[in-house]
């Protein structure tokens, strides 16, 4: 299964944008899909993910300003950021991966990344 983020710019604090992610090659609602970020100089993590039954989880610093989704029908998975924040600015990607437990495990496709920038 290939990703393709995309739907990243550049917004004032406060604005809202809409990641897309969209698969080729297999049905996104078969997997568990991570949405991660990296800022340079940071190491990559996860921000957001969404199970095969639709159960989503949020890194605390994003949690009530993001939201993740899935649109089966165009085999689509969004990542809806209000209220951004200047520490939110990285590079974001979207990545197949799996829930061992409590932990999330990113696969190793990793696809071109979209950039996000939060001016204030």
């Known amino acids: 299964v290939q990703l393709q983020a995309s739907g990243g710019g550049l917004v004032q604090a406060g604005g809202s944008l809409r990641l897309s992610c969209a698969a080729s090659g297999s049905t996104v609602s078969s997997y568990t899909i991570g949405w991660h970020r990296q800022a340079p100089g940071k190491q990559r993590e996860l921000v957001a993910s969404?199970?095969?039954?639709?159960?989503?989880e949020y890194k605390d610093s994003v949690k009530g300003r993001f939201t993740v989704s899935r649109d089966n029908a165009k085999n689509m998975v969004y990542l809806q950021m209000n209220n951004l924040k200047p520490d939110d600015t990285a590079v974001y990607y979207c990545n197949i991966g799996e829930y061992r437990g409590i932990y999330y495990y990113p696969g190793r496709s990793w696809g071109q990344g979209t950039q996000v920038t939060v001016s204030s």
């Open positions: 969404i199970r095969s039954g639709g159960q989503t």
